[in-house]
């Protein structure tokens, strides 16, 4: 993995902002590698370097079908020399494993990286964690470098507190997607006093704040905002495609419509309901995600509902 200390800082001017007292900026995360963008290059970062010093050759880990994780862990495996392991909830998708390379462009991604797949019932799948799972995966095979799903654990928590830098000192606010707690979780270590962070869930349920609390040294200057999960992970309405399209159209950023775009509408609709001070500099982190787009515009076309535009 290179070295990449920062990406670039843009700011936001977009029709969609109504109030105009305070100033909107967005940092391209999803810039700083054409494969593993994002959060995950800082997830995977550490990990790497740890797998290496441990003279692992095998990488493991867990996703759904269209997961930014098991894409990036492909990408990065292949990048350092490493077999990876993908280990996908839905054994349904083993059945005609031609199809699902012909229809699923993240699987088909990760499988021309060189992963291999074990496909597990949902069941399974909620038993991923347990002892007796993980001495299974290693009877099949041999012995692996474990990431967890979506990557998070101490040494992503140290990547993605890399993620602020003496260019973001000048924000007052920092705004990010929540998934599994890893990245706001190392943006809230590296924050600077004077600032506060905003995480916005992407999943319903309460229980990130525990998820949070296990990974971060402060406790007063961050808070998540569970409005804008628009029902639920991987879901997703007219309203928020049309929002992420539109933003596109005048910013020229793409945006992801499980992660970031959901983040982005959230914090758009409360500079306009005046929820910020007057004068308030906002930082919004661009946490990649890009790579799922085709896969959920696959989804919406069989629902006739509005798809995300990529031109």
Known sequence: ???????????????????????????????????????????????????????????????????????????????????????????????????????????????????????????????????????????????????????????????????LSSDTEQFDFICVSVGTGGTISGIINSAKKHQEIIGFPALKGDFLTDEIQKWTRKNSNWELNTDFHFGGYAKTTDELIEFINNFKTETKIQLDPIYTGKMVFGVVDLINKNYFAEGSKILLVHTGGIQGIEGMNTILRKKNSLIIERK
Do not use: W
């Not at 990449?4 to 391209?28: A, C, M, P, T």
């Not at 759904?64 to 054994?91: C, D, L, M, P």
């Open 1 to 163: 993995m290179p070295n990449i200390e920062k990406s670039i800082i843009e700011e936001v001017l977009f029709s969609g902002l109504k109030q105009k007292n305070s100033s909107l900026y967005i940092k391209r995360e999803d810039l700083i590698h054409p494969y593993v963008s994002g959060n995950k290059f800082r997830k995977l970062k550490y990990n790497i370097l740890e797998a290496q010093s441990q003279g692992k050759k095998t990488l493991v880990t867990f996703g759904g079908a269209y997961s930014n994780h098991i894409a990036a862990v492909a990408a990065a495996g292949k990048n350092n020399n490493f077999q990876t392991i993908g280990v996908i909830r839905g054994e349904e998708l083993a059945d005609n494993f031609e199809n699902t390379l012909e229809t699923n462009p993240t699987l088909r991604f990760a499988h021309n990286c060189g992963m291999k797949f074990k496909f597990v019932s949902r069941e399974e799948y909620r038993d991923k964690n347990s002892e007796r799972f993980i001495a299974n995966l290693k009877n099949e095979f041999g012995d692996f470098f474990l990431i967890p799903e979506g990557g998070t654990n101490e040494l992503a928590v140290k990547g993605c507190e890399e993620i």
